[in-house]
Protein backbone atom coordinates (compact mmCIF):
# COMPACT_ATOMS: atom_id res chain seq x y z
CA UNK A 1 0.00 0.00 0.00
CA UNK A 2 1.55 3.40 -0.98
CA UNK A 3 1.44 6.20 1.71
CA UNK A 4 2.63 9.80 1.37
CA UNK A 5 2.87 11.81 4.15
CA UNK A 6 3.94 15.67 3.76
CA UNK A 7 5.33 17.80 6.50
CA UNK A 8 6.95 21.49 6.64
CA UNK A 9 3.48 23.86 6.16
CA UNK A 10 3.58 26.85 8.42
CA UNK A 11 2.55 30.22 8.44
CA UNK A 12 4.91 32.41 6.91
CA UNK A 13 5.58 36.24 5.63
CA UNK A 14 5.52 37.58 2.11
CA UNK A 15 9.18 36.90 1.03
CA UNK A 16 9.95 34.05 3.44
CA UNK A 17 10.95 30.35 3.02
CA UNK A 18 9.48 27.27 3.83
CA UNK A 19 10.64 23.70 3.11
CA UNK A 20 7.80 20.67 2.31
CA UNK A 21 8.92 17.46 2.54
CA UNK A 22 7.04 14.26 1.52
CA UNK A 23 7.88 10.92 2.75
CA UNK A 24 7.01 8.00 0.68
CA UNK A 25 6.43 4.18 1.39
CA UNK A 26 4.89 0.95 0.06
CA UNK A 27 6.56 0.34 -3.04
CA UNK A 28 10.11 1.42 -4.95
CA UNK A 29 10.48 5.83 -4.98
CA UNK A 30 13.07 5.46 -7.57
CA UNK A 31 10.72 4.39 -9.99
CA UNK A 32 8.18 6.88 -9.76
CA UNK A 33 7.30 10.10 -10.95
CA UNK A 34 6.57 12.69 -7.85
CA UNK A 35 4.47 15.55 -8.03
CA UNK A 36 3.53 19.12 -5.95
CA UNK A 37 -0.02 20.17 -6.38
CA UNK A 38 -1.54 23.06 -4.32
CA UNK A 39 -5.42 24.19 -3.59
CA UNK A 40 -6.05 27.11 -2.75
CA UNK A 41 -9.97 27.78 -1.14
CA UNK A 42 -12.93 27.81 -3.79
CA UNK A 43 -10.13 27.07 -6.75
CA UNK A 44 -9.38 23.74 -8.48
CA UNK A 45 -6.01 22.10 -7.45
CA UNK A 46 -3.68 23.17 -9.67
CA UNK A 47 -0.16 21.46 -10.68
CA UNK A 48 2.92 22.93 -8.68
CA UNK A 49 6.00 20.95 -9.73
CA UNK A 50 7.04 17.65 -10.90
CA UNK A 51 10.23 14.77 -10.42
CA UNK A 52 10.89 12.62 -13.19
CA UNK A 53 11.80 9.35 -12.21
CA UNK A 54 14.92 10.22 -13.98
CA UNK A 55 15.48 13.08 -11.89
CA UNK A 56 14.40 15.84 -14.30
CA UNK A 57 12.15 19.32 -13.28
CA UNK A 58 9.19 21.22 -13.82
CA UNK A 59 7.26 23.65 -12.76
CA UNK A 60 3.97 25.41 -13.41
CA UNK A 61 5.05 29.16 -14.60
CA UNK A 62 4.16 30.84 -11.09
CA UNK A 63 6.76 29.79 -9.21
CA UNK A 64 9.10 28.98 -12.03
CA UNK A 65 12.86 30.48 -10.42
CA UNK A 66 10.94 30.50 -6.81
CA UNK A 67 10.12 26.90 -6.03
CA UNK A 68 12.65 24.08 -6.50
CA UNK A 69 11.52 20.68 -6.59
CA UNK A 70 14.35 17.61 -5.15
CA UNK A 71 14.02 14.11 -4.36
CA UNK A 72 16.41 11.47 -2.26
CA UNK A 73 15.18 8.24 -3.31
CA UNK A 74 17.97 6.91 -0.49
CA UNK A 75 15.08 8.19 1.84
CA UNK A 76 12.32 7.84 -0.44
CA UNK A 77 11.33 11.47 0.29
CA UNK A 78 10.52 14.46 -2.34
CA UNK A 79 11.16 17.73 -1.09
CA UNK A 80 9.64 21.39 -1.93
CA UNK A 81 11.87 24.20 -1.17
CA UNK A 82 9.88 26.99 -1.48
CA UNK A 83 11.69 31.05 -1.55
CA UNK A 84 10.58 34.18 -1.86
CA UNK A 85 6.81 33.45 -1.11
CA UNK A 86 3.82 35.05 -1.73
CA UNK A 87 0.67 35.83 -0.48
CA UNK A 88 -1.08 34.50 -3.30
CA UNK A 89 0.83 31.31 -2.57
CA UNK A 90 -0.98 30.35 0.23
CA UNK A 91 -2.85 26.75 -0.09
CA UNK A 92 -2.99 23.48 1.14
CA UNK A 93 -0.04 21.56 -0.77
CA UNK A 94 -0.39 17.85 -1.58
CA UNK A 95 2.14 15.49 -2.49
CA UNK A 96 1.44 12.86 -5.30
CA UNK A 97 2.99 10.08 -7.12
CA UNK A 98 1.98 8.31 -10.41
CA UNK A 99 0.18 5.07 -10.48
CA UNK A 100 2.25 4.11 -13.46
CA UNK A 101 6.55 3.58 -13.24
CA UNK A 102 8.84 5.02 -15.67
CA UNK A 103 7.50 6.35 -19.12
CA UNK A 104 8.89 9.21 -21.73
CA UNK A 105 5.52 11.15 -21.47
CA UNK A 106 5.66 14.39 -18.83
CA UNK A 107 2.04 14.61 -17.09
CA UNK A 108 1.12 16.86 -15.00
CA UNK A 109 -2.55 16.75 -14.53
CA UNK A 110 -3.65 16.09 -11.28
CA UNK A 111 -5.81 13.25 -12.86
CA UNK A 112 -2.77 11.75 -14.01
CA UNK A 113 -1.26 11.13 -10.05
CA UNK A 114 -2.90 7.83 -8.52
CA UNK A 115 -1.44 8.33 -5.05
CA UNK A 116 -1.68 11.46 -2.47
CA UNK A 117 -1.19 12.98 0.79
CA UNK A 118 -3.41 14.41 2.96
CA UNK A 119 -1.74 17.31 2.46
CA UNK A 120 -0.13 19.96 4.64
CA UNK A 121 -1.16 24.02 4.81
CA UNK A 122 0.72 27.00 3.91
CA UNK A 123 -0.02 30.96 4.36
CA UNK A 124 1.70 33.55 3.47
CA UNK A 125 0.50 37.05 5.28
CA UNK A 126 1.69 39.95 3.39
Known amino acids: QVQLVESGGGLVQAGDSLRLSCAASGRTFSDYDMGWFRQAPGKEREFVAV???????YYSVSVKGRFTISRDNAKSTVYLQMNSLKPEDTAVYYCASRGENGGLVLKTSPTDFSYWGQGTQVTVSS
Open 51 to 57: IRWRGTT
